[in-house]
């Protein structure tokens, strides 16, 4: 019975999460705990996974690090190699948002290395992303291009609608950033098309903005204006409602 409540506890975390990241957090504890009481690794983590990204998402960098400590020491005690790899990408992202650019590079590619050892697919595409981010920030971006073109080649076998969204449009955004905006044209509908395929309107609309950035870089204003009168039509869509409750 444990178990379950633990289960429970980390739905409803995940649920509270999607609304208000900080709401979620009691809950992951509490299932952490409830884990812990009857040593039961894998709702434990789950639960230390699931805090650790809500932590690090809400900048409370210190709670988040000794979470992500104690995901690691767990995965590799239990030999979880998914939650290993799960761990080493937060770690990643954790160094990023701190500015620690050689530790956050270290961490990705020790994820990259045992996604490929132990064949996770899209525990690699993300290491794979990540690493492309970290060659892009640093203004590599032939190496950032070799990862997401192999990420790609990933989901042709392993889709996945979140994922591929961002490869295509982290290569459309290069293009751009190089000023081939013939190339980003022809990629960001994918990105577009792949968010909008599963309701995230709002993610998609941002996509629609940098494309409209490219149409214009090729001087297809008109096109460009077309796109964003939409989204503004659309970010107007959503703010009506609100209006309309507090009348």
Request: charged share 25%; aromatic share 10%; hydrophobic share 40%.
């Amino acid at each position: 019975i444990p178990n379950y409540i633990a289960e429970g506890l980390i739905c409803k975390g995940m649920t509270s999460t999607a609304v208000y990241i900080r709401d979620g957090i009691p809950f992951f504890q509490r299932a952490y705990k409830i884990a812990d009481s009857i040593q039961s690794d894998q709702p434990k983590l789950k639960a230390l996974y699931h805090l650790a990204s809500a932590e690090l998402n809400i900048k409370r960098f210190d709670s988040a690090y000794a979470a992500i400590h104690n995901l690691l020491a767990l995965a590799e005690e239990s030999k979880q190699d998914k939650y290993l790899a799960h761990a080493y990408t937060l770690l990643g992202n954790y160094h990023i948002k701190i500015r620690n650019s050689a530790e956050s590079f270290r961490a990705h590619q020790k994820a990259l290395s045992i996604a490929k050892v132990e064949s996770y697919p899209l525990e690699r595409v993300t290491a794979l992303n990540n690493l492309a981010y970290w060659y892009s920030s640093h203004d590599k971006s032939d190496s950032a291009l070799l990862f997401l073109e192999e990420s790609k080649s990933i989901l042709e076998e392993h889709p996945s609608w979140k994922s591929e969204a961002y490869v295509h449009s982290s290569i459309a955004r290069i293009y751009r950033d190089r000023n081939q905006n013939e190339l980003a044209i022809e990629i960001y509908p994918k990105a577009i098309a792949a968010y909008e395929s599963v309701g995230h309107q709002i993610a998609a609309s941002r996509v629609r903005n940098h494309f409209a950035i490219s149409l214009s870089g090729v001087g297809r204003h008109a096109d460009a204006i077309e796109i964003y009168l939409e989204n503004i039509r659309f970010f107007e869509a959503l703010e009506a409602p609100k209006e309309l409750a507090a009348a």
